[in-house]
């Protein structure tokens, strides 16, 4: 590795060590005290980088099945980002100590006096919400380690069994991650809210995994492209085709919300819109008028034009604010739930997301750093 681009890379971790370590530290009073706010909190920062690990997964595994230069060049970043998803099962075990905080199923007096909690109560329960917690990391885990495997092994050799290998497992495996992800987010975020359900919401986590990935991607590329070895293989039409993903999944992330508001609001029951009363009762309209123009409106206008995929800063400055607007995004989704009246700003939700995402980044950084930048000797590799 570059000796210039190492050390960059070395600051960049030493500032998220830093970063999570800082923001750790300030969440302790939160976990000593039992704090609600700082269970919800962490809960909503958890989600958005756990997010982006398994978007990274996804993203990863369309490329093996699908091919495409913009993939070659940032397989690694995905990686890496996908790698993290041992060290965030770890990261998840303050939300067990809060689980009654933030689950009222979990609660047995609310238990007794709700009667659809009771129906529940078979598959909404501590050991079901432990077990399977469990065992969907472990299978996000052996997923993860077999590509990241194989893709190493096809750098050491020119034959194209490990390329096989990884074609045979990704089409399953797509449908693996989005059943597990279904049951997880279910668990982790759906049932924060236990009346209410939809069919649609695993796909609006999942596509907003994937976009979030994506975003990353364009960033970390803008970030190091001028480093060897990227200097030399970086084109503008690996920047138009990152345009295009993100033109795709824009459209298609607000296509699934609006649809999942629609059939909810026609049903126009209380099971059904209790959800969304929730997330447009006061302030939180201030909020939804930020999603729709920066992770839709500004987004979807900009990206149609060509000069706004293959120059390197408009792409750029897209990806950091869809990147940004899906954070909020995420906060939407896992904060009304405790706070319906609208938004609750607390110290809390900056301390819990950064001391996640710093360490996220740092063993982020970590696994980029142990191997080469670019894949070799994959039989479909084309970087110009």
Not at 48 to 65: D, N
């Amino acid at each position: 590795m570059n000796s210039t681009l190492a050390a960059q890379l070395n600051r960049a971790q030493l500032a998220a060590i830093v970063v999570g370590l800082i923001g750790f530290a300030l969440c302790i009073p939160g976990f000593i005290g039992g704090s609600t706010q700082f269970f919800v909190s962490y809960l909503f920062g958890y989600i958005f980088w756990l997010g982006l690990s398994l978007g990274c997964l996804v993203v990863t595994m369309i490329h093996v099945l699908a091919g495409g230069r913009w993939g070659n060049i940032t397989r690694r970043f995905l990686e890496a980002g996908f790698m993290t998803l041992p060290a965030m099962a770890i990261l998840f075990l303050p939300i067990f100590a809060g689980i009654k905080k933030l689950y009222p199923w979990a609660c047995s007096p609310i238990v007794a006096a709700d009667k659809t909690l009771q129906n529940k109560a078979a598959y909404l329960n501590i050991p079901g919400f432990v077990t399977r917690m469990v065992i969907i990391f472990a299978i996000w885990s052996i997923l993860g380690f077999l590509l990241r495997k194989w893709s190493l092994q096809q750098d050491t050799t020119t034959d194209v069994t490990p390329t096989k290998r990884m074609r045979k497992l990704a089409g399953p495996a797509v449908i693996i991650y989005t059943l597990t992800v279904t049951f997880a987010f279910i668990d982790w975020v759906m049932s924060l809210e236990p009346d209410w359900d939809s069919t649609m919401f695993a796909i609006i986590i999942c596509i907003g995994q994937i976009l979030v990935a994506i975003t990353f991607a364009v960033l970390m590329l803008a970030w190091l492209k001028n480093f060897p070895p990227f200097d030399s293989v970086v084109t503008t039409t690996q920047f138009h085709q990152f345009g295009n993903l993100m033109l795709a999944f824009v459209m298609f992330w607000t296509y699934v919300m609006f649809g999942q508001f629609l059939i909810n609001w026609s049903g126009n029951t209380p099971k059904e819109i209790i959800w969304y009363h929730h997330r447009i009762a006061g302030g939180w309209k201030w909020l939804i008028a930020a999603l729709l123009a920066f992770h839709f409106v500004m987004p979807f206008f900009l990206l149609l034009f060509r000069s706004s995929k293959r120059k390197l800063p408009p792409l750029t400055a897209l990806a950091a604010m869809i990147f940004a607007a899906h954070i909020l995004a995420d906060y939407w989704i896992v904060v009304p739930a405790i706070h319906s009246t609208g938004p609750h700003i607390s110290w809390f939700d900056f301390t819990a997301f950064f001391g996640v995402g710093g360490v996220w980044f740092a063993i982020f950084i970590a696994l980029l750093k142990r191997h080469e930048l670019l894949p070799r000797n994959d039989p479909r590799i084309e970087y110009a």
